[in-house]
Structure formats: C-alpha cells, structure tokens
C-alpha cells in the first residue's frame, strides 16, 4: 500500500493494531473505524478527553471493535493478582507501588518530544498508573504529582502519588534516566504480593510472591504464556464471537484521566481531583 488511508480503503484489511506516536493515536484509530476496521490501539490510547470521546464515538457509529493495548492486564500473572485482591486473601489493600525505569540516551527519540505526547508518564508510568487502577476498580480521587523536565521539554522522570476511596493509596514512579527497573507491590493488612517482572520480560526470571503478614514469603505459580498473545485472543472473540472486550472503554477513559490529572498536578504543585 502507498499510504495508511490507501490501506483502510482497500478492503482487504479486517483489524489495525496502531503503535504510532502518542499524538496520531485518536486521528488513525478514527479513521480506521470508519473505514469499518476493527482497532487495538496502543497505550497511551489519547492525549485528551475530546480525544477518547471521540474515538469511543467512532467505535460505536461503526459498530468496529476498539481496546486499548495493554497487554499486561490479559496475562495470567496480573488476573491471578486481581483474584488474590479480590477474594480478600490480602485484607483490605491500603497500598499499591509500582515503577517502569529504563534509559533514553537519543534526544530524538519520538517520546522525547513534547508534540508527540512524549514524556515518561505517558509512555510507562501509565502501566503502574493502569495497575494501581485495576487493584483498587477504578481511578483515584485525588492525584498529586512531581516531575523532572529535561532540555527535551518533556517529564524525564515523574512520580505521582494518588488516594482512592476509603483507605486506599497508591505511588507510582516513571523514568527516562534510570536503569531499567519494573516492580508492582500490593500490600494489604494480611499479606502482599510482589511482581519483579509486572509488565513485560516476563519469560526473564519471573516471580509472584506472597509475603503474609506472618511466616515466610511463598511462590505463588504462573503458567508459562507468551506476554502479548491474550490481547491478540480477546480482539479475536471480540470481532469473530462478538464477545465482550476485556479491557473496557470505560477502564480506558479513566486511564487518560488519571493522567492529564497527574500532568497538571505536576504543572501547577497542586493536589487535583481527575
């Protein structure tokens, strides 16, 4: 195909997967919808409300399948965690910390540019941001973030803390300028669980702990499952079986909600209510 708009136009496609810059997420995704292709489109879904309106809209009008690719949430490490939280195992959860380091060295690397929605928040803080949000069923309260701007104009590093209903809290951390480092902790009154590898290299040294609040840290087993092959199956029941997604568009929403409220937390050294 000459050019993307070629290719929806064909007729010979039946579903996109977008991962183009942050800021030609809501345009393509638009466009595909209409041209009646189905789409996973990649976090960050949008860079605005008005955005995500409108591409729910899309979806709709067109009747097209759309999710927002996380792939973590289909992997049956993070459903086992949801199962633990919501069975009570870990008592009630008044903690949730989670961290996505890795090192950008090329200052023209497209998530160094704040036109493209560059900025470690929106490129991997949103997977502890997401995970917090899927411990506790839904998006926080209050947010309040910090972040370092580098000369790229965009948050090189970041953390942001949030309060959910009830006792619930949770502090997440992002970075361009550290080592890689992923980590997710869940601490509730009777235990917490503890992810060395939450999001991705999962097939590297994986390990799910459960430290109970008194005895020693057990192994809790995971079946072996390639990282990015749930999406792939729930897009494939949603446009063939025409079953639900998993990832719901509402979850989505909250998703780049909690963010802009984290953005303008670290704007304005403000505590903001998303």
């Given amino acids: 195909f000459g050019s993307y708009q070629e290719m929806l136009d064909s007729g010979k496609v039946d579903a996109v997967y977008i991962s183009l810059p942050n800021h030609l997420h809501a345009e393509w995704t638009i466009r595909a919808l209409q041209a009646g292709v189905h789409v996973l489109c990649e976090k960050p879904f949008a860079l605005t409300l008005d955005e995500v309106d409108r591409m729910i809209a899309a979806s709709r009008a067109s009747g097209c399948a759309l999710a927002e690719a996380f792939m973590y949430r289909h992997h049956l490490q993070t459903k086992i965690v949801g199962e633990w939280v919501r069975s009570g195992r870990l008592g009630e959860i008044t903690q949730v910390w989670g961290v996505f380091n890795f090192q950008i060295e090329a200052s023209d690397d497209v998530r160094m540019i704040p036109e493209y929605g560059g900025g470690c928040l929106w490129d991997v803080g949103v997977y502890p941001m997401s995970f917090a949000q899927y411990v506790y069923g839904g998006p926080p309260e209050e947010v309040f973030g910090m972040q370092w701007v580098g000369d790229t104009g965009v948050d090189e590093t970041f953390v942001g803390q949030m309060r959910y209903p009830g006792a619930g809290l949770a502090q997440i951390a992002s970075s361009f300028r550290n080592p890689f480092n992923i980590q997710m902790e869940i601490i509730g009154r009777e235990g ?83």
């Fill in 192 to 274: 917490r669980l503890a992810l060395n590898r939450p999001f991705v290299g999962m097939e590297d040294n994986r390990h799910l702990l459960f430290y109970p609040a008194d005895g020693e840290a057990q192994e809790i087993p995971v079946p072996e499952r390639e990282l990015y092959i749930g999406e792939v199956e729930d897009m494939h029941a949603a446009i063939l079986d025409g079953a639900p997604l998993y990832l719901t568009l509402d979850e989505t929403r909250d998703h780049v909600r909690t963010i802009l409220a984290l953005c303008q937390s670290a704007q304005t050294g403000q505590v903001v209510r998303p």
